[in-house]
């Protein structure tokens, strides 16, 4: 926003956060975001706070907060949305604009609209699409921008206020759907829905690929040239992670019920489903092709939960490394960017930083997340010349398995012969 030539403020509760912030350090790993963060606060545009009375004087109010899974169930925890609408009230003035773009439950705006009703502000719900690792880029240009508005005279108002505040991506007539607060609520959950449905769908057919000989990569290649298909989205191997399409699904799922419609999305439980198994395939590939486990040493190459990314919620790959772990083996965890955090969620894993000294005498190597680190600058030649263990697991289906079997190894991948 800074960036875009907007005056920002943004505030927090972690203190940690915030200095760190106003000093310019981006308090996670996302590409692109400390050289723009450094300039934003050298600008003087960008400044940070944790201090809820510094958002008074400002005319536009996003609201940003995470709505995490329940503990012990599977609707969204709103605890954080509705504190920070609570501390943000008393500084709400006439005409200012509340923009949701949190991802709640649907039904949630119209309650958050009507508890700042008497400080005269207008509430759009404005849902966000940015992937991690592409954060930057899809946040200045989006493929679409949506704004839920209240059916009165002050909901166009404020979308007018959103178009000028999305400036650059109006000006290159990105989509610019105005619709009402429960649609937009909807479509970021049916978007995060059906990515989660395209990749279980895919993973589905590496399940029947297992059992017939058939390769699951080149089926994704080649129903994902029809156009209606595509190919995105059909990356099969131990599935999807992090913290939205796990938690997103399960939210809806728990909304709906709520709804009474619960068997409308009774479909995203199977694709939850799915989803786990081949986290469990991943493992039991590796039993097998060792013939069991206990005490072997097995090196895990990736812990977030895609590449581009140092986010280890709910991550497929740590999932697999604890699972081993639990089988007996001596499992090394390696990472570019996630050690810090994966430490912290599972201290009892050994993690090691450098790839090749994490490779050494490995007895079999997992590939769990499709760095370029290991999928494409990591060849069986020089893999070789670290151990003499010769059993690769391709859990993300990114290697090529004619060079890895060409060099002596054992390939496995999820759904490929
Ligand atoms: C996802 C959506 O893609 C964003 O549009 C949305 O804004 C975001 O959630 C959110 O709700 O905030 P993100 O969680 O960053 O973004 O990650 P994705 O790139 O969608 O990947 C999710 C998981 O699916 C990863 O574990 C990834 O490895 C896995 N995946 C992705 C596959 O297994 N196969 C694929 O073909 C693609």
Redesign the pocket.
């Known amino acids: 926003m800074a960036s875009i030539g907007h005056e920002v403020i943004g505030i927090d509760v972690d203190l940690d956060k915030i200095d760190a912030l106003s000093r310019g350090e981006a308090p996670f790993y996302e590409p692109g975001l400390p050289e723009i963060l450094v300039e934003g606060v050298a600008s003087g545009r960008l400044r940070f706070s944790a201090d809820i009375s510094d958002a008074a004087g400002a005319q536009v109010h996003f609201l940003a907060v995470g709505t995490p899974q329940q503990p012990g169930g599977y609707a969204a925890d709103l605890t954080f949305v509705d504190a920070a609408v609570d501390a943000l009230i008393p500084h709400l003035a006439p005409g200012d604009v509340l923009a949701g773009k949190s991802?709640v439950p649907v039904g949630t705006a119209v309650g958050i609209a009507e508890r700042i009703r008497s400080t005269g502000a207008t509430l759009v719900w404005n849902p966000?699409?940015?992937?991690?690792?592409w954060a930057v880029q899809?946040t200045i240009t989006p493929d679409r921008l949506v704004v839920g508005i209240p059916k009165d005279a002050g909901g166009e108002r404020a979308a007018g206020i959103l178009r000028e505040v999305y400036h650059p991506a109006v000006a290159a007539e990105t989509p610019f759907i105005v619709t009402d607060y429960a649609t937009a609520e909807l479509v970021?959950v049916a978007?995060?829905a059906f990515?989660a449905t395209?990749?279980s769908f895919?993973?589905a057919m590496a399940e029947i690929a297992e059992v017939t000989g058939a390769d699951v990569t080149q089926l994704a290649d080649a129903i994902g040239h029809d156009s209606r298909i595509g190919r995105?989205?059909?990356?099969?191997?131990?599935?999807?992670?992090?913290?939205?399409?796990p938690k997103?699904i399960r939210a809806f799922s728990a909304r709906a019920e709520e709804l009474g419609r619960g068997e409308s999305i009774a479909f995203l439980r199977e694709m939850d489903a799915i989803n786990l198994r081949r986290r469990a395939r991943a493992v039991r590939l590796t039993i097998d092709a060792l013939d069991g486990v206990y005490e072997k040493n097995i090196t895990v190459l990736g812990a977030a939960?895609?590449p581009h990314?140092d986010d280890v919620r709910d991550?497929?790959a740590l999932d697999v490394a604890i699972h081993l772990r639990g089988f007996g083996a001596n499992v090394t965890v390696t990472d570019p960017a996630a050690i810090p955090n994966a430490r912290r969620l599972h201290p009892q894993l050994t993690y090691v930083e450098d790839r090749d000294e994490a490779l050494r005498d490995a007895d079999a190597i997992l590939i769990v997340?499709?760095w370029d680190e290991y999928r494409r600058q990591l060849s069986p030649e020089h893999a070789s010349s670290l151990t003499d263990g010769r059993v690769i697991i391709d859990g993300?289906n990114c290697l090529d398995a004619a060079a890895w079997r060409d060099a002596g190894w054992r390939y496995f991948g999820m759904g490929r012969p």
């Open positions: 991802t966000e699409f940015l992937r991690e690792g899809d970021k978007a995060n990515l395209k990749i895919i993973n995105r989205y059909l990356g099969s191997g131990i599935g999807f992670g992090g913290g939205c399409l997103d939960f895609k990314s991550s497929p997340t499709e993300r």
